[in-house]
């Protein structure tokens, strides 16, 4: 390795000797978002993330008219994943994907149930200082759904946060985010590389 990099040109050395510094302090930064004029362009490649979870809060169980009536899965950032096991805490430049699915068939051979149907929409949440320094928290939501459900938008402009913050202020366990309804975060939260959601360490299920 020392032969092979000693003959390589000053100014490739040069560049390769940087890189490595950075990485080494932590200083380069791997964003999973691009926000340019205020518009966030639809992330790429999120069901590579880390999933936490599903919550559905059907119309069935509430009155015919639920706020959100379809099923939420829920992805978060890889790096972000990793320092939330690491510190317990989002990280600045968090990023969470919620893909919309309505509810399908209510019947399966297992049981009657709420079974996931079609994408009809996809929505994101980023904690970002540079981006959002007056919002609370820093947090900002994004909606790419359209109205025809079976389409997204390629940008989206942030949410007014106040439409949002009303509901997450008062009961989001974590900075913001409704951690208590997913078991992937609550079982990591400042647990390290072996984190088990709580569960025996022969049922770890980490990522």
Request: hydrophobic share 35%.
């Amino acid at each position: 390795m020392i032969k092979t990099f000693s003959k390589l040109p000053a100014c490739y050395a040069l560049l390769i000797g940087l890189a490595s510094a950075l990485l080494a302090t932590g200083t380069y930064a791997e964003e999973y978002f691009d926000i340019n004029n205020g518009e966030l362009e639809r992330p790429g490649g999120y069901r590579e993330w880390i999933y936490v979870g599903t919550p559905v809060t059907p119309n069935d169980l509430n009155n015919g008219k639920a706020a959100f009536p379809e099923h939420h899965n829920v992805y978060i950032d890889p790096k972000s994943w990793a320092h939330w096991k690491k510190a317990g805490e989002f990280r600045d430049g968090t990023i969470l994907i919620k893909e919309l699915v309505s509810v399908g068939s209510k019947a399966a051979v297992s049981g009657n149930g709420y079974f996931q149907g079609d994408f009809i929409g996809l929505e994101a949440t980023i904690k970002s200082k540079k981006h959002f320094p007056d919002e609370p928290g820093n947090w900002a939501y994004y909606s790419f759904s359209n109205p025809d459900l079976k389409t997204l938008k390629e940008k989206a402009a942030a949410f007014p946060a106040a439409s949002c913050n009303g509901c997450h202020a008062g009961a989001a366990a974590d900075d913001w985010v409704f951690t208590q309804y997913y078991p992937v975060l609550r079982g990591g939260k400042g647990k390290g590389e072996k984190a088990t959601g709580g569960m025996n360490s022969d049922l770890s299920m980490d990522n």
